[in-house]
């Protein structure tokens, strides 16, 4: 786990350490107990105990680099969010390798922060833009006899409308593309200022996205195309 991983690095004086931490979903409030009965299975860690890793791995004079595995980014924008700014802090003590086969829009979003991004030759940056979708329930309830009564305060109380309507209301897709503006705002920010390019650089190359890993390198958002052997050593 991240903390033995740590451990072990305070534990090597004299010995130059790379802490090698493994980013999987779910990364939720709490650890993911393993399933049973399978073999080589482990607890899935915290996002607060990988928070915690970095923050420690970051200040241990012990341990020189940390080589960032992503292999999922966190579910939902603000934990995502809270893991870029750690791995920014990181990176601004020791290096930060990131190193993932594909990235989506979150995974990107966290990896940004680190001092190199990698991914292998045939990999490739998944960014197309931010997306929400709303489903209805109104048809499905109908047809066993339900009928919701819903007492709605205010003209944007839009939560009980999943029930009530077939379709998204003008008041309801207001919020959502407000809220879509700042998140695709934030984690335009951050990728340009982890990859030191400009907000509206960073637009335009993702309106022009997906972008296979040779691309991303020649465009600058990838600094290498290398398998995982060599980011290994």
Do not use: N
């Not at 923050?55 to 579910?75: F, N, S």
């Amino acid at each position: 786990g991240v903390r033995r991983l740590v451990a072990s690095g305070m534990m090597s004086r004299g010995r130059p350490v790379w802490l090698r931490l493994r980013l999987a979903p779910p990364l939720g409030e709490t650890r993911t107990p393993a399933l049973p009965f399978v073999p080589g299975a482990h607890p899935s860690p915290s996002l607060l105990e990988v928070l915690t890793t970095l923050d420690v791995a970051a200040r241990d004079p012990d341990v020189t680099g940390i080589l960032q595995r992503m292999e999922g980014a966190p579910a939902g924008v603000a934990r995502a969010l809270s893991l870029r700014r750690a791995v920014e802090a990181a990176a601004a003590r020791k290096p930060v390798l990131a190193y993932g086969e594909s990235y989506s829009a979150a995974d990107y979003l966290v990896a940004s922060g680190a001092s190199e991004v990698w991914a292998p030759p045939a990999g490739a940056i998944r960014m197309v833009g931010l997306r929400l979708d709303a489903f209805f329930l109104h048809d499905l309830l109908g047809k066993i006899g339900a009928r919701p009564e819903v007492l709605r305060v205010g003209s944007h109380k839009t939560a009980a409308e999943m029930l009530t309507r077939q379709g998204m209301s003008p008041e309801q897709r207001e919020q959502l593309e407000a809220l879509m503006d700042d998140w695709y705002g934030a984690w335009v920010d951050a990728v340009a200022r982890g990859r030191d390019r400009s907000p509206d650089a960073v637009r335009e190359w993702i309106d022009r996205g997906p972008h296979a890993a040779p691309r991303a390198q020649e465009d600058g958002y990838l600094d290498a195309c290398r398998y995982p052997d060599e980011a290994q050593d």
